[in-house]
């Protein structure tokens, strides 16, 4: 069949297999949702058992016919395991961490099934993407390298979960649609000029131990060092003080989007995205404008990391109108 002929025949089956409404996880296979049809090898042992039951029946040998029908049982038997492999089996839920666009995201699909029934040789296909899924104490989880392109919400799509276990006489299968969109960031930049140099605003300072300039002197508390303890000031003041230093921190990092009207949309948002993790590297407290949204910061940390690029990967497509911040 050509390859056209074949994506038009899967497209007609999981637009008739598909539920009206995505599922809404946890989701449960039960024998409405588990398909069952022979193998390539299943084909071929059905046509060896009608050769070899003809050529019982004509040569009316008895032993012959008893091993064909022996054989006929356990092929049926088969097909009976093989849907009670995926029956009860329970999708409880799935996740992937966000990865810039042209990295492979780590999708995790969690899975539970009934206790007291050993399932083996359990498939997960979604996307292109295939992992096997082990289930141990009725409970696992299978992780598939899904391809990324582009930034903004992934749609994992239809996950398949199938077996042929256990003679591979059957293919067993159960589609799931979970309604889960994953976030996928935008690619930064290659090279590109250094990040901006802090600007807006006084420079902030912080307290910390091994500070540069004193801050204050205050009264010893017990855990003190005796390397911070202020002698002279503490023989005028017949009381132990100690001394407080503080830290620069530096002026925050501006991003701001209306300062690279020089480059084209999706240009401006791998730039950003590559300041973004630079400041992070560096440990630069940063802010991020965006047309049309509230600023965010100034700040650091894995949280403003997120939330930046999260902002920066659901930008509209087109480039619109800069609004203001």
Request: net charge positive; glycine share 10%; proline share 8%.
């Amino acid at each position: 069949m050509p390859a056209t002929l074949r994506e038009r025949a899967r497209a007609r089956f999981d637009a008739w297999a598909r539920r009206r409404m995505p599922d809404t996880l946890p989701a449960k296979f039960d024998r409405r949702r588990i398909y069952v049809l022979p193998t390539k090898f299943g084909l071929f042992f059905c046509a060896l058992l009608a050769t070899m039951g003809v050529g019982a029946l004509n040569y009316n040998n008895n032993p012959a016919l008893l091993l064909c029908l022996l054989l006929g049982g356990a092929a049926i038997a088969s097909l009976l395991q093989a849907h009670l492999q995926l029956s009860g089996l329970e999708i409880q839920a799935i996740g992937a961490e966000p990865v810039p666009a042209g990295s492979p995201l780590q999708l995790r699909v969690h899975a539970r099934a009934e206790p007291g029934r050993e399932r083996r040789g359990l498939r997960v296909d979604a996307d292109g993407a295939s992992s096997m899924l082990s289930l141990e104490a009725g409970a696992g989880e299978a992780v598939l390298a899904i391809d990324t392109h582009v930034r903004g919400w992934l749609d994992p799509g239809r996950l398949r979960i199938s077996t042929t276990r256990p003679l591979g006489l059957a293919r067993a299968w159960a589609y799931a649609w979970p309604d889960a969109p994953l976030l996928v960031y935008p690619a930064p930049e290659t090279g590109g000029p250094p990040l901006p140099t802090g600007s807006g605003g006084s420079v902030q300072s912080r307290l910390h131990p091994a500070g540069d300039d004193v801050h204050h002197l205050r009264d010893w508390r017990r855990g003190d060092s005796r390397r911070a303890v202020a002698w002279k000031a503490s023989a005028r003041r017949d009381a132990l003080l100690v001394r407080e230093f503080e830290q620069p921190l530096g002026a925050a990092v501006v991003l701001d989007w209306r300062a690279l009207t020089g480059l084209r949309h999706e240009d401006r948002i791998r730039r950003l995205a590559r300041w973004v993790d630079e400041a992070e590297r560096e440990s630069r407290r940063y802010r991020l404008l965006l047309p049309g949204q509230p600023p965010l910061g100034p700040a650091n940390g894995a949280a403003h990391r997120h939330a930046c690029l999260r902002a920066l990967a659901l930008l509209p497509k087109e480039a619109g109108r800069d609004g203001p911040h």
